[in-house]
């Protein structure tokens, strides 16, 4: 993080970090207060106090072997290969493999200077709908980190189905109601048998689950209990 | 989001709606001066002044057809299923096709009630390394709308590749530096025909870029000029 001015936001940073499984946060040139509030804030966490504050970006990126800017394209002319978030995150889960890699965040009102810029081997965006809205930097953060750590297995993978009631418990369902319907009076003689029909498919359509098939019928067994008590 | 209690989360769920493309944001049940603070915050965005405050979550979903709640798992013990943040997403993109969702955010310290909790359809988590440790809310908020925007094609698509120099333009490079190594005494003539084969091989594996090699070769000109104007 370069020049932050808020220590909100590096604290946001650093609870982005433990969240998504990184460890290495360094701070170049922030407002001095900002960070010694953030890093003495009650329960700051481990990250936090483990940060490392460098004077000067050269010095905080030395033993990376790959850069890589954020930035919200379109804020001034860019000399550098800008990529979408989704794109650059793959790059660089590849680079991690083999060596260290920075990814810098500049400050919350100009971003990165030129300067900065130019030791970015190259940038990455965030693909929000207006490119010329930016975005809060702990927020960009958290983002940043949560592609990298993304599973795209998981975005396939089904969790498992909770199981349907069997068709005996439908039926038993079924059978509970259409008595409360009978001792209720909802069901006219000369219709019951397209009734029950309707009932049974309306009770198949409910879906309910097998967990839930003994609740529904205790629900009904009470009922029905106090419809025969009250006659 | 409901209960929420820091006015800047509300303000950083409204800029994270508006990097992403939403628009209706209903607050449930605020801290009545923190939801003030942030409406009338300088600057305030336009979602946010159009967002609804509404005294019962009944109200703020009853034009949804999925009502989709947000959990730090293992917080409490849950009759709901969960589904991770990426497959979650999925879903909701297919039911935002045919009607409106809501994606319910409880308040900083207790996350949803029970009894919120009751309103939902199913819960989605967002897939951090320790389950404990709970999200800042706008970091959250800002997490499921990106997961929600985000297109798994951009994830492949190759950006435009920067075009390499020529060969012709490779070899122009090579001999100006040959020129400017020869003219300060860097070759040594008993070994000159290997020296300039590494030249030519260090030169290729540079891979420069075809809109630099004018620079290179500009900055090699001017060098070689002072340093046959210095003979």
């Not at 920075?102 to 190259?122: I, P, R, T, V, Y």
């Not at 409360?180 to 048998?193: E, F, K, M, V």
Request: overall charge positive.
């Amino acid at each position: 993080m370069v020049a932050t001015r808020n220590p909100l936001n590096i604290g946001a940073a650093a609870r982005a970090m433990a969240n998504f499984g990184f460890s290495r946060l360094r701070v170049v040139a922030p407002y001095d207060v900002a960070f010694r509030e953030a890093r003495s804030a009650v329960g700051a966490a481990p990250l936090l106090q483990a940060a490392e504050d460098v004077p000067l970006l050269s010095d905080a990126i030395a033993d990376c072997r790959l850069v890589v800017g954020t930035t919200s394209i379109g804020h001034r002319e860019l000399q550098h290969p800008i990529r979408r978030l989704e794109y650059g995150a793959r790059l660089i889960q590849r680079a991690l493999a083999q060596a260290p890699v920075a990814l810098l965040f500049g400050s919350e009102k100009f971003g990165l200077s030129n300067d900065d810029l130019s030791h970015c081997h190259w940038l990455m965006r965030i693909p929000t709908v207006d490119a010329n809205l930016s975005m809060n930097l702990g927020q960009a953060v958290a983002l940043c980190l949560y592609e990298l750590a993304r599973d795209p297995k998981a975005a396939l993978a089904r969790p498992e189905k909770i199981r349907a009631a069997s068709a005996a418990e439908q039926e038993q369902v079924t059978a509970m109601l259409l008595d409360a319907l009978r001792q209720s009076g909802y069901i006219n003689p000369r219709t019951a048998g397209s009734t029950e029909e309707k009932v049974r498919r309306l009770v198949r359509r409910l879906d309910i689950a097998s967990r839930d098939a003994p609740v529904v019928m205790g629900m009904l067994r009470q009922i029905l209990w106090k419809l025969k008590d009250s006659k």
